[in-house]
């Protein structure tokens, strides 16, 4: 391990424990600044230096950033908060996802920051909901395969899930079909999982967005302080259910890794090379191989996958179109019509997005997408989807 990543670990492991760590005093503090600012994580950094080092100039640009981390975390939970108690006493079933469920396992609410709030509710009870967040100074955004998202003052971000899991990850999806068959009653109509079942959450949802390229430090952490907080918990259980989605090997190969960097155990290369893809690839390289392996899965060949991209590109599905043009709502017989306004527009005004999925296009290569899976086998996934 790279004695940057080292020190970094060891930052994150002096904040969240009691822990006897040293750090050297020849500390990169600008890598580290960096990395904390890559995975969201300064006033977490911040807390653990100040444990190890004291008061000391270096820290002033951590500080900087964690007073305004804690002005922002606070708005958003205040907004839960009223979300929680408007929901409760209207009737309104929900579940909190996610960081907003994790939080309460960092030391303070800012060491774990969201950028927006998750709430799984029933489709059943949205038009209720509609009537009741705009007293609270939300506006409905948008709606994804998976959520409806709201948007407030101070960039609060609000995403009601009416799925656990996007129906577009199949092999995860299935399982979570019904989201809400392994929810447990807690009170004013305020639900919760069991401990087993949450964690199976945490880490299928970790490893969605591992599969598709995006690799953040916060769901490791997530993982390890809800392991240790819950001891108990029926590991066969787990394992059983995580055999089901075919993901065992992943978890254990991410477990020898969280062992690795927070209860001393001795490092190896597979866990050396997750280490790397986590503080060191880069990010956008990642994500777009990842697409393009994703969008390859689902077809026979990488050729195939671009020309079914570029068609979806230029012919962008009807589902989609009614989003950009609502009036195809009431007139869906003006498609064709709304497609050649679109791309009129985009000739003229989306030129950075036109660059962009160009870029994206150029990179569905063979040997990309054969590297990306190779590295996914190597940490035991693989992109399991119906083709299409």
């Avoid at 108690?85 to 396992?105: E, P, Q, R, T």
Wanted: charged residues 30%; aromatic residues 12%; contains cysteine.
């Amino acid at each position: 391990m790279q004695k940057l990543h080292s020190d970094f670990i060891s930052i994150i492991k002096a904040s969240l424990t009691d822990a006897d760590v040293t750090l050297a005093d020849d500390l990169d503090y600008k890598s580290i600044f960096t990395l904390s600012a890559k995975h969201k994580m300064i006033p977490l950094i911040l807390s653990g230096l100040y444990k190890l080092k004291g008061n000391i100039p270096e820290l002033d640009i951590f500080k900087k950033y964690t007073f305004q981390f804690i002005t922002f975390d606070q708005n958003l939970l205040n907004c839960l908060n009223k979300i929680e108690s408007v929901f409760s006493d209207n009737g309104i079933d929900y579940m909190l996802l996610k960081g907003a469920s994790v939080k309460k396992l960092y030391p303070s609410s800012e060491c774990r920051l969201m950028g927006d709030a998750d709430i799984l509710i029933k489709e059943s009870q949205y038009e209720k909901i509609k009537t009741l967040l705009p007293d609270l100074g939300l506006r409905e955004y948008k709606e994804s395969d998976h959520e409806f998202i709201w948007i407030g003052d101070s960039k609060i971000v609000i995403e009601l899930h009416k799925r656990l899991i996007p129906s577009y990850n199949d092999d995860y999806y299935a399982y979570y079909s019904n989201p809400w068959s392994k929810a447990v009653y807690g009170y004013n109509h305020s639900f919760s999982m069991s401990k087993e079942d949450e964690y199976i959450y945490l880490f299928t949802h970790f490893t969605k967005h591992y599969r598709d390229g995006s690799v953040m430090l916060r769901p490791f952490i997530d993982l390890w302080l809800f392991a240790n907080k819950y001891p108990l918990m029926n590991r066969h259980y787990i394992d059983k259910e995580l055999e089901a989605l075919e993901l065992k090997a992943f978890h254990d190969n991410i477990v020898k890794t969280i062992d690795v960097w927070f209860d001393d155990a001795k490092s190896t290369e597979l866990t050396d090379f997750i280490t790397e893809q986590v503080l060191a690839s880069d990010p956008q390289a990642r994500t777009i191989a990842a697409n393009a392996a994703r969008q390859t899965a689902r077809t026979d060949s990488v050729s195939s996958a671009k020309h079914k991209e570029i068609l979806r590109l230029v012919f962008l599905p009807m589902e989609d179109m009614k989003k950009k043009f609502p009036i195809l709502e009431k007139a869906p017989i003006l498609l064709p019509i709304m497609w050649v306004v679109r791309w009129i527009n985009a000739l003229f005004n989306s030129k950075r997005t036109i660059e962009i999925e160009k870029n994206k296009l150029s990179q569905m290569d063979e040997q990309i997408v054969d590297d990306y899976n190779a590295d996914l086998a190597k940490v035991g996934l693989k992109f399991n989807l119906k083709k299409k």
